[in-house]
């Protein structure tokens, strides 16, 4: 099973930008569809964004196209989401997850694996 840990969550203005990181090991993340979700405070986790094993499918949720950017580098075995235009609501812990079940997944059964989560916070 693939042990993933995600870093790169801050305090942010509005309008500032984050890049978060989801380091995989234990396995090839290759081999793995990535996604990111987030929950904020006293709501359910939500899907954000995923990307299929080659990285050339990508699939957004509508709040954060335009303004998030997933990618990936399966030579150092790395997810990232770049995030711009941050809002305040984008406030929440994100969490990075990984599939082998699905070419690219959207929604969160679709993955099996996740990370602890790294928190990011959008001041107004």
């Known amino acids: 099973q693939v042990q993933l840990v995600e870093s790169g969550g801050g305090l942010v203005q509005a309008g500032g930008s984050l890049r978060l990181s989801c380091a995989a090991s234990g396995r090839t993340v290759s081999t793995y569809a990535m996604g990111w979700f987030r929950q904020a405070p006293g709501k359910e986790r939500n899907f954000v964004t995923s990307i299929s094993r080659s990285g050339d499918n990508t699939f957004y949720v509508d709040s954060v196209k335009g303004r998030f950017t997933i990618s990936r580098d399966n030579a150092k075995n790395t997810v990232y989401l770049q995030m711009n235009s941050l809002k305040p609501e984008d406030t929440a812990v994100y969490y990075c997850?990984?599939?082998?079940?699905?070419?690219?997944?959207?929604?969160?059964?679709?993955?099996?694996?996740w990370g602890q989560g790294t928190q990011v916070t959008v001041s107004s």
């Open positions: 997850a990984a599939s082998r079940s699905v070419e690219l997944g959207i929604g969160a059964l679709d993955f099996g694996s």
